[in-house]
């Protein structure tokens, strides 16, 4: 099963396990997920628009890096004008988890409350008296 998610402007085609670099994402839970634009399902049936949107891509944040340095070289011939920066791209690294429809998932049950321990019953007697009495004393 494969999908297709748009961020940062770009769109990334993915399946599960696949580690990413893409546009740098501030966010600071190290979980996110992106809702795809299709979707490609192991039975072979290709799903886009709302059919898509009931997926989601899980995603693990792994960092953050930065791409190569780009040189930008501005230059004007017989003026004396020459001007020279650089520029290095911030990215961020995604795993991706999981790619899950997220009606087929079943919504959380609420535990049930644990009874507490029921109390052993007692016949009245205490256990050496009734230890003594099932010795034949």
Known sequence: MYAVIRTGGKQYR?????????????????DVSFTPILVSTDDG???HGSEAREFVVGAK????????????????????????????????????????NTKAQPEPQP???AAAEPEPQTTGESEPAAEAAASGA
């Not at 893409?22 to 600071?28: M, P, R």
């Not at 944040?61 to 930008?72: H, R, S």
Request: aromatic letters at 6%.
């Open 14 to 30: 993915v399946k599960a396990g696949d580690v990413l670099e893409i546009e740098h994402l501030s966010v600071k839970d190290p």
């Open 45 to 47: 049936r290709t799903l």
């Open 61 to 100: 944040m792994l960092g953050d890096a930065k791409g190569d340095k780009v040189i930008v070289f501005k230059y004007k011939n017989k003026t004396g004008y020459a001007n020279r920066t650089g520029h290095r791209q911030l990215y961020s690294l995604i795993e991706i988890t999981s790619i899950g």
């Open 111 to 113: 535990e049930p409350e």
